[in-house]
């Protein structure tokens, strides 16, 4: 692989990173926002009600108390993500995948709100066995209702702690195949044609869990294609013999070339390898020596 491919790949996968950590930085800012907008004004209303200002009924007064908990501690700990935050992401920098530091960020995020959740049950007076009989109810429900996406993170983990692949690794899995360009959260981009970008697929996660995964590496990638002779000469064998070596001397060492027949006629079979951004230029090195030995054929496809 070029030095040139990886240094783009290197830089389009941090520019990645920057910009989800740039969108999530935005987020939070937003949040903080919210908080102050809504919090400080029912703040200041329960101070004047304290200093006999204004009168508040006792109802609304311990409803608004508990919404003013409530933000307040979710703005303290949306500060403190946005404090820390940039700082816990730098000791991620050893980790190797872009999607790993994105990960551990979430997971501390979460973590944060948690303490935050259980901080709120505690200054509200609830029982804390009530706060884990509650915790743990929410906590079912919510995973029933969402366990689709839950097994879908599961393997999104999986896949970037065990390694199966990684960004830039040519896979093959079922029916699909190509070049890894994204590990998301509930689908793995993958590009089939290096010549065009826009065309790709996106393989749900759980793809990867029901179906055994082929990966090249970024090694030689081996393909194949078809081709259907109309008429079959006598010096078949020879013809072929003489693409194979032309073949090698254009440095496909490792073709192989055979003849095989089925309801539609007799085909010549071309297998080789070659590396993905190479993949169209070897198909049109190959095509033309058959054509140049054979003449016209009938193209079947890939």
């Not at 903080?32 to 919090?39: A, E, P």
């Not at 944060?112 to 706060?131: C, M, T």
């Not at 390694?163 to 690794?169: N, R, V």
């Not at 064998?237 to 490792?254: S, V």
Request: proline residues 4%; aromatic residues 12%.
């Amino acid at each position: 692989m070029k030095f040139t491919t990886i240094l783009s790949r290197k830089h389009s996968r941090t520019a990645l990173t920057r910009m989800k950590t740039h969108v999530l930085t935005r987020i939070l800012n937003r949040m903080i926002l919210l908080f102050i907008l809504i919090g400080l004004p029912l703040l200041l209303l329960m101070i004047a009600h304290r200093q006999e200002i204004i009168v508040v009924p006792e109802i609304i007064l311990v409803f608004l108390e508990a919404i003013v908990i409530i933000l307040v501690s979710f703005a303290i700990g949306t500060i403190f993500i946005r404090l820390t935050l940039n700082t816990i992401q730098g000791h991620f920098d050893s980790l190797g995948e872009p999607e790993e530091k994105i990960l551990l960020s979430k997971v501390y995020i979460g973590l944060i709100y948690s303490l935050a959740l259980v901080i709120i049950f505690w200054q509200l007076g609830i029982d804390p066995r009530n706060i884990a009989i509650f915790l743990g109810l929410i906590t079912t429900g919510f995973a029933f209702a969402i366990r689709d996406i839950i097994l879908s993170y599961f393997i999104w983990f999986i896949l970037l702690t065990k390694k199966p692949f990684k960004i830039g690794d040519y896979i093959k899995v079922g029916d699909n195949e190509g070049l890894v360009k994204h590990i998301g959260l509930f689908y793995v981009v993958v590009d089939p044609t290096p010549s065009n970008y826009e065309d790709y697929y996106k393989i749900p996660n759980k793809t990867f869990l029901e179906n055994p995964i082929r990966n090249y590496g970024c090694n030689k990638i081996p393909k194949t294609f078809d081709f259907y002779l109309k008429e079959i000469p006598s010096d078949l064998e020879e013809r072929i013999e003489n693409i194979r070596k032309k073949a090698m001397e254009i440095n496909y060492t490792d073709t192989k070339f055979y003849i095989y027949s089925d309801k539609d006629g007799v085909r010549l079979s071309a297998f080789y390898k070659s590396r993905f951004e190479n993949i169209n230029h070897s198909n049109h090195q190959l095509l033309g020596l058959i054509l140049e030995e054979f003449g016209v054929l009938q193209n079947n496809g890939e």
